[in-house]
């Protein structure tokens, strides 16, 4: 056996390692759910004289009727008209804008107070338009709404108070929910992944102590923490992420309000759930890049420093599968004999991976009162095949994020929207097509990662040139999603 062999080989060994770190990471955090205990939220009832000026934001950029829906549902939020402003952000088109106004003029009720703003200098992507709309107010609370979100009547009623009891607390998240769950395959995968994120994942950082992070949408800020944590910073792709972990970094605390859920819609293309995948991977490793020394040069014990190092380096997954199986491919190609050890610890990490994923994503049901939904198993094997094909756009997308000055935000495509081009699904498919050409000459131990592989790229790779996802509405919603205690 030669040295190169056995050089991969232990690379290969550690690369494994660091994939059952992210792996042990979803046990850990399963465990905090379920085992520690909840923490309370004080929600008090103040009367409307004693409630605080509010300030939505609604930043917007070519959203269509979307843009008008999330402005009528910020009409209708129960609060005080005096105390209630709302500002939608366009950052779009300027030959879009005049029709957006008379849109939202005539689906808001008179009195409302409500502004339509447009900045002149569109920097800094979505960060820079919520940081220019801030300038136009003082309210001390903000909530923040995507085009694609529409809040209850009541959300303001369920998360200002908690805001207004804790002084320490910089903002409140609440639990997306997915208005067109069930309109194909992709977006049945897509709801078990955001449902565990937010059931498992968000509310097991909560219980055991950790800072979470904002999600962009559906939730409140108080103004005090987003001045003190460096406001609004367009410098990565993600700065709902990046706020958070600098406001944790100044000592503010986070609050997860799992039984406040927002309705928003999920996308319904390939091409738009991996440009949407990519941007989020592409902005958590710029996220790492630019605060892991603050997060290890602060005051903060060890252990909180590790688990906000893992959080924010959760898109290095895609690049570790990737580099796993390029080296595997090579050995292979070598007609290299893999060591004992090395095998035997392939074959574990395969196997902890496989079973703590599905862990993971049935908790999520679980927890959310959905494990007993009709077709439930196909959608949970659909939700570790398909994010199996974004190996290739998202290692793409962490390379960008630490090699390339270019910064460009793709909006993720809504319902009846075409892509406009570029990276559709040949890497995928190419990729998919030859993979088993190479993986399965060898009685690999690695060959159940490469079925996976194969049936993700191929899978986003077709649903990419045929620009949609399979259609397959026969899932049955069940009657009760009552998260459990």
């Not at 998240?173 to 208005?179: E, L, T």
């Not at 992709?186 to 955001?194: D, E």
């Not at 319904?268 to 991977?281: G, Y």
């Not at 439930?376 to 290739?392: K, Q």
Request: hydrophobic share 50%; net charge positive; proline share 5%.
């Amino acid at each position: 056996m030669s040295g190169l062999s056995v050089i991969l080989q232990y690379g290969l060994a550690f690369v494994l390692l660091l994939l059952t770190l992210l792996s042990a990471q979803l046990v850990i955090l399963g465990y905090f759910r379920l085992f520690r205990p909840q923490q309370r939220v004080r929600l008090p009832r103040l009367p409307d004289e004693a409630l605080p000026p509010v300030l939505v934001q609604l930043p917007v950029r070519d959203e269509g009727a979307l843009a008008v829906r999330v402005a009528a549902a910020a009409a209708r939020l129960d609060w005080p008209r005096d105390r209630l402003e709302i500002q939608l952000l366009d950052d779009g088109s300027a030959e879009h804008h005049e029709d957006l106004k008379r849109a939202v003029a005539a689906a808001i009720p008179d009195g409302a107070n409500f502004s339509i703003l447009r900045r002149g200098e569109r920097t800094g992507f979505k960060a820079g338009n919520l940081a220019f709309g801030l300038t136009h107010s003082e309210a001390p609370y903000v909530a923040v709404f995507d085009a694609d979100f529409v809040p209850p009547a009541d959300f303001l009623r369920n998360t200002v108070p908690a805001l207004i009891a804790d002084s320490g607390l910089a903002f409140v998240q609440a639990r997306w929910g997915h208005a067109n769950r069930y309109r194909n395959w992709l977006t049945r995968a897509q709801g078990l992944l955001l449902d565990a994120h937010f059931a498992v994942e968000q509310e097991g950082r909560f219980r055991a102590g950790l800072p979470i992070s904002f999600n962009g949408t559906a939730g409140v800020w108080r103004r005090d923490a987003i001045d003190n944590g460096g406001g609004w910073t367009g410098d990565t792709l993600t700065e709902d992420l990046d706020l958070s972990m600098r406001c944790t970094l100044k000592g503010w605390r986070t609050a997860f309000l799992r039984d406040v859920e927002v309705p928003g819609e999920l996308p319904e293309t390939a091409a738009a759930w991996r440009a949407q995948q990519a941007r989020w991977t592409k902005g958590h490793a710029q996220c790492a890049r630019k605060l892991l020394p603050a997060v290890w040069a602060s005051d903060l014990p060890v252990w909180r420093k590790a688990a906000m190092s893992l959080q924010m380096c959760q898109f290095a997954f895609y690049t570790l599968a990737f580099v796993s199986a390029s080296i595997s491919l090579t050995l292979m190609y070598m007609n290299v004999v893999y060591l004992k050890s090395v095998g035997a610890f392939g074959l574990g990490v395969t196997a902890f991976g496989l079973s703590s994923s599905l862990g993971y994503l049935y908790l999520g049901q679980y927890l959310l009162g959905r494990h007993r939904a009709i077709g439930l198993h196909r959608s949970l094997l659909l939700a570790i095949v398909f994010p199996s094909g974004l190996i290739l756009s998202n290692a793409r997308a962490t390379y960008d994020a630490f090699f390339s000055t270019q910064m460009v935000f793709q909006r993720t495509l809504r319902a009846g929207e075409r892509y406009a081009g570029g990276w559709r699904g040949g890497p995928e498919l190419i990729a998919g097509v030859f993979l088993p050409i190479f993986a399965f000459t060898e009685s690999a131990w690695s060959a159940p990662f490469f079925v996976f592989a194969v049936a993700g790229l191929v899978s986003i790779g077709a649903m990419g040139f045929s620009g949609g996802a399979p259609q397959q509405v026969r899932e049955i919603a069940p009657r009760h999603t009552v998260p459990r205690e």
